[in-house]
């Protein structure tokens, strides 16, 4: 009867041998692999896959991984020949005398690997002969050590990650070398169908799979069985999964992800497992993303309380049995998370009929953040002008916390009211030296929109353009004494066009005025005046010459930043005046390379002579007026070698800020996608410099070199004096007004000079 059984075997695998595939396909064998994006410290900061794979080598993989898996899947791995007939035979003759059933198991890891890489999952008993031909042709060709290795490197084990090296970051967040014993198991316990046994999907599944791996590794004699009963005792902790776009840089690895799907194609960035190392400071970014989110959301509410616009007791849902996504992470200090409220106190002491821990005080809130409970008191919610939560909200009510203190004993957080901002923002940091940027946000929240307003979004740059104005003027021989005329002037504009008439922002005049008293109160009249005087051409090509790329209009409203630009324009072109006037090009990649280390590209610092570096000298000593004694006055609190230049775009639609010491600029820019007021009176100074001045406070903080900063390097040809700020005129160190000056030499007072 067995001689029977296997000659009918014989026959049936002869029969389908004549349509499979070569397993000699394996020696060139390279599976879809994470293509990988590092910022300047190797930290990973992106990710692109169609499979999230990490190869991993035999080595590498440890012995209670390897272990685990031969136990649970193929204990007979290490001395079968790529099947075993004794299964093969009892599945066969259960599949033909129940026909109408799905094919019952009986793989190999061999002939799983086979299945995965060259055959159709569908459950036939075609595919099961082909499966098991083919796992005898691998076993032929590849030692057992290189079979076991492709099958921990291809199998799918869920979430999207590809062989147990995702699988261990995915599940633990560690490398598959550090797993413990009870985290192996699992690895191993969930290889059959992760879809369903992950523990992400049932915890319940996961664990009685990871303790029939620890049973199986006790029976072949890997571990005790009181090391079983041990690990089995142990609860699954997880890594959490991932969310997507958790990148601490979305913004900005979305377009190393645009350059290099334009460089190499889609399915080289997706399959390839190229490294990408960028010029991304993971620090600064840290700090961008906070200095941004903070800046917004204190902006958001000057403009006032939103009432929330979703309450789930209206959807249907109950109070205690909503959940929030946001609430699977962890939450800690500083976070702003959302929360639900579950009752109100006030005039009318709304209450849901839910259990309280305490009585709630008059006027207060308590809102539920996960499983914690938190009280919201007057204070918290002081900035909406509102003395009773029951003028704000009810109960049901999603709305954001800001999460001040946690008492994990008691299950509760302090945390004060917020709400998300509407408008947007953006922020960028570039190296003066090289260009490399180091820091780079696009707007509020990647999730809300991908639009990268640091590099898409051409705006109106108002009176952030000046400096590119007087640059021209310094550099045809002007100086920071020159005085110009700050009174009521008008432009005919044209036929049937009303004339033009600039005014300045406080719509006052002061008559004969210094260059430097121009630029740091940000005199409009005076500015438009210079720009007639050097016609429009010639400020439009200084602009060109430090990397302006965007339509500027030849009109003297130019001069005020009529014309649009984008924050990378504008950063880029500040970046020149510390740097003795070369622009270095702003670049994000390092280089690419791909998994066997050959280089595909590598990016170094080009520079562009923008200006002469004793007109960029001057202009570094006006901007740096402007934070001492001008319109941000406010960054001289930052006590550092600082230059910049506030713009606020007519009605408050845009504000800016761009600002550098000697090593670094930063550009800050805020505003409504769709061009509306920010606010009364919300100037660059007031929307925009903040946020530049926390980052550069984390930035300063970070160099650790605060009691011997960096300086600005005067070229050989500057000449120093001491005169009167106002007057420009020289007087003795030490008169009351008197500031220390920087000419070009030949064109100090006293040379021919002020015009």
Known sequence: MMAALLGILAGVLAAYTGDLPEVTALDEYTPATITRVLASDGSLVGEYATQRRVLIRYEDIPPVLRQAIMSAEDAGFESHFGVKFSRILVTA???????????????????????????????????????????????????????????????????????????????????????????????????????????YVNLKWATRRRNYALDRMAVEGYISQADADAAQAKPIVLAGLPAPGRSIAPYFVEEVRKHLEHQYGARE?????????????????????LALNHGLRQLEKRRGFRRPSRNVVSEGQTLEGYRDRRWDRPIRVGDVV??????????????????????????????????????????????????????????????????????????????TLEQTPQMEGALLAID?????????????????????????????????????????????????SSLLMDAPVSYHAGAGQPPYAPQNYDRKYEGSITLRRVLEQSRNVPTVRMMEQLTPGQVISYARRLGFESPLQPYLSTALGASEATLLEVTSAYSAFPNQGVRMQPYSIVNVVERDGTLLEEQRPQPH????????????????GVVNRGTAAKAAVLNWPLGGKTGTVDDYTDAWFVGFDPNITVGVWVGFDLKKPLGPSETGAVAALPIWIEFMK?????????????????????????????????????????????YIAGTQPGVGFPR
């Open 93 to 199: 003759i259960k599949d033909i005398a129940f026909y109408w059933r799905s094919p019952a198991g009986a793989s190999t890891l061999t002939q799983m690997l086979a299945r995965n890489l060259f055959l159709k999952p569908d459950k036939t008993l075609e595919r099961k002969i082909k499966e098991a031909v083919l796992a005898i042709q691998i076993e032929k060709r590849y030692t057992k050590r290189e079979i076991f290795t492709l099958f921990c490197n291809q199998m799918n084990l869920g979430h999207g990650a590809y062989g147990v090296e995702a699988a261990s970051r995915v599940y633990f967040g560690k490398a598959a070398k550090d797993l413990k014993l009870e985290e192996a198991a699992l690895i191993a316990g969930i290889l059959q169908l992760p879809e369903r046994q992950s523990p």
């Open 269 to 289: 960035l997706y399959e390839a497992g190229l490294v990408v190392h960028t010029t991304l400071d993971a620090e600064l970014q840290r700090a961008a993303n």
């Open 338 to 415: 959302p929360a639900i409220v579950m009752n109100v106190s006030g005039p009318r002491d709304r209450r849901a009929p839910v259990a309280t821990v305490k009585p709630l005080a008059p006027g207060a809130a308590r809102v539920r953040a996960g499983s914690y409970l938190i009280d919201l008191a007057r204070s918290a919610f002081q900035w909406t002008g509102r003395q009773s939560a029951a003028e704000l909200f009810r109960p049901g009510d999603l709305i954001e916390v800001a999460v001040i203190g946690i008492d994990e004993a008691d299950g509760t957080i302090t945390a």
């Open 432 to 480: 003066n030296r090289t260009g490399q940027i180091r820091a780079m946000v696009g707007g509020f929240d990647f999730g809300r929109s991908k639009f990268n307003r640091a590099v898409q979004a051409p705006r109106q740059v108002g009176s952030a353009f000046k400096p590119i104005v007087f640059t021209a003027a310094i550099d045809r021989g002007y100086t920071p």
């Open 609 to 624: 002579e923008g200006i002469r570096a004793d007109t960029a000298f001057v202009i570094t000593n006006l901007l740096r």
């Open 698 to 742: 984390a930035y300063i903080d970070a160099r650790g070199d605060r009691k011997n900063p960096p300086s600005f390097g005067p070229p050989s040809n500057i000449v120093f004096m001491s005169v009167d700020r106002a007057a420009g005129v020289p007087v003795d160190a030490g008169t009351p007004g008197a500031i220390i000056e920087a």
